[in-house]
């Protein structure tokens, strides 16, 4: 009598393994990486992107209220009078100017209101306020 026993099976390569270890790399980058530069990230610029409406403002600032209540913009400190100037002529430029405010966690209120009147005044109309959640 001959008896036929069936071939082992070929071990298969399990992808979990692999799988956990990219899930826990991506956790890891997701919580070490920061963006100490806010201005940093990419913007489209006028006429890039296919669903541009007309009514989209061309000019963005991105105006940084620091911890003592400064206002910056790409990294210098302003003045009142140096914020005002740089509305004015963002404002000549392109009256839809967008104005992105983004205040630190320790800035004063006071702060945020005095930028925002500064800028109202200016005759600027689209004016967006940012705000970080604060590390627990």
Do not use: C, W
């Not at 963005?60 to 003045?79: C, K, W």
């Not at 005759?123 to 940012?130: A, D, H, P, S, T």
Request: charged content about 20%; glycine content about 4%.
């Amino acid at each position: 009598m001959v008896l036929n026993r069936r071939a082992r099976p070929q071990a298969l390569i399990s992808l979990v393994p692999m799988i956990d270890v990219m899930l826990i790399l991506l956790v890891f980058f997701m919580v070490t990486s920061t963006y100490l530069n806010l201005d940093m990230i990419p913007a489209l610029r006028p006429g890039e992107g296919s669903a541009r409406s007309d009514s989209a403002p061309d000019v963005r600032l991105m105006i940084r209220i620091q911890a003592d209540g400064q206002p910056s913009l790409r990294g210098e400190t302003l003045s009142p009078r140096d914020l005002n100037r740089v509305l004015d002529q963002a404002l000549a430029k392109d009256p839809l100017t967008q104005l992105v405010i983004l205040p630190s966690g320790a800035a004063s209120t006071q702060a945020l209101i005095t930028v925002m009147d500064l800028a109202a005044t200016a005759g600027m109309q689209n004016m967006r306020v940012l705000r970080l959640e604060a590390r627990q």
